[in-house]
C-alpha cells in the first residue's frame, strides 16, 4: 500500500468519501450518495492539480471520483447519481484517464494496479433499474435478491455496465454497488 504523504498531490486533495460522492450535476441540491466520513482522496482534484501542472486545462483529462485505503485495499471509487444509460463511454474513460494519472503520479505501471487495486461504482438503484431482458427473466425485486444471492453463493458478483471487462485487465477486482450495497460493503471494514 502507499503512503498518501509520500505524495503531495493525494496529500493536498484529502476529503471523505461523502463529499467525494457529492452530486455535481445537481446544483439545485447538495446530494450525497453515501455519508460515510472515511478519509479519501478527491481524485477529481488530483486530476485538476495534474493537468494544470502540465499547462492544461481541466477538461483534457477524466477521473473516477476518490481514492482510498481500506483494510489494505486501494479502491478506485467513481459515484454515479443519474442514469447509467448514457454514461457508461464516460465511466470506461474515466478509469482509462485516472488508472494513468495514478500510475505517473506514483511511478508504477499497470500490474500494480491488477493486483493491488479494486474498482467500485456507486450507482443509484432507482435510476438503473434491470435492463428489460432480465426483468422478463427475474420478473420481481425479490427475484433480483434471490438471483443476487445464488450469483454471489456460486463465488461470483453480478457486475453492471459491461464493467466486468476491467477485471483482471486493470484491476483486482470490479463491483458495481447500489448505495445501499456499498453502506453494507463499508460496514463489513467497520468503516462507517
Known amino acids: ?8 498531490i493525494f496529500a493536498d486533495n484529502i476529503s471523505t468519501l461523502k463529499e467525494t460522492s457529492k452530486d455535481k450535476n445537481n446544483n439545485e441540491s447538495e446530494e450525497f450518495m453515501t455519508s460515510s466520513e472515511l478519509e479519501a482522496i478527491n481524485f ?3 486530476k485538476n492539480t495534474y493537468t494544470n501542472k502540465l499547462g492544461l486545462s481541466n477538461e483534457r483529462a477524466s477521473s473516477f471520483d476518490a481514492l482510498a485505503f481500506i483494510n489494505n485495499n486501494g479502491l ?3 459515484f454515479k447519481n443519474g442514469n447509467m444509460k448514457n454514461e457508461k463511454q464516460n465511466v470506461q474513460k474515466k478509469i482509462r484517464d ?9 511511478n508504477c505501471n499497470i500490474s500494480h494496479t491488477r493486483t493491488n487495486i479494486q474498482f467500485i461504482l456507486v450507482y443509484n438503484e432507482e435510476k438503473n433499474r434491470m435492463p428489460n431482458q432480465l426483468k422478463k427473466q427475474i420478473k420481481s425485486p425479490a427475484n433480483v435478491e434471490i438471483a443476487s444471492h445464488y450469483i454471489e ?5 453480478l457486475i453492471r455496465f459491461n464493467l466486468e471487462k476491467f477485471k483482471t485487465l486493470y484491476f483486482k477486482e470490479v463491483h458495481t454497488y447500489t448505495e445501499k450495497e456499498f453502506e453494507e460493503y ?5 468503516m462507517w
Not at 500500500?1 to 503531495?8: A, C
Not at 485516472?98 to 506514483?106: P, W, Y
Not at 463499508?186 to 467497520?190: E, I, M, Y
Request: glycine content about 12%; some cysteine; hydrophobic content about 40%.
Open 98 to 106: 485516472g488508472i494513468l494519472i495514478f500510475c505517473d503520479i506514483i
Open 76 to 78: 478506485f471509487i467513481e
Open 1 to 8: 500500500m502507499i503512503k498518501i504523504e509520500d505524495y503531495k
Open 186 to 190: 463499508l460496514t463489513k471494514f467497520n
Open 153 to 157: 453463493k456460486g463465488g461470483n458478483e
Open 44 to 46: 477529481d482534484g488530483v
